[in-house]
């Protein structure tokens, strides 16, 4: 099984981007997406940004990690 993180982009620097998870901040490849901005929300996986996630999606996502 594979689990996507989601997670708030923090900084752009061309193909990398600071996110941060819950608090916990690392920079990860957004090769796979075209224009990322500050604020915007992405999945992410393997430490990739896969997706452009909407803030609603985040929230869902970030709601079931923590029952689990």
Not at 54 to 59: F, I, K, M, R
């Amino acid at each position: 099984m594979c689990v996507g993180l989601a997670a708030r982009v923090v900084k752009v620097n061309k193909d990398m981007v600071l996110v941060d998870a819950s608090g916990a901040r690392r920079e990860v490849s957004a090769e796979l997406l075209d224009e990322l901005d500050p604020g915007d929300y992405v999945m992410i996986h393997a430490g990739m940004a896969i997706a452009k996630i909407t803030a609603d999606d985040e929230a869902e996502t970030t709601a079931l990690l923590e029952d689990l």
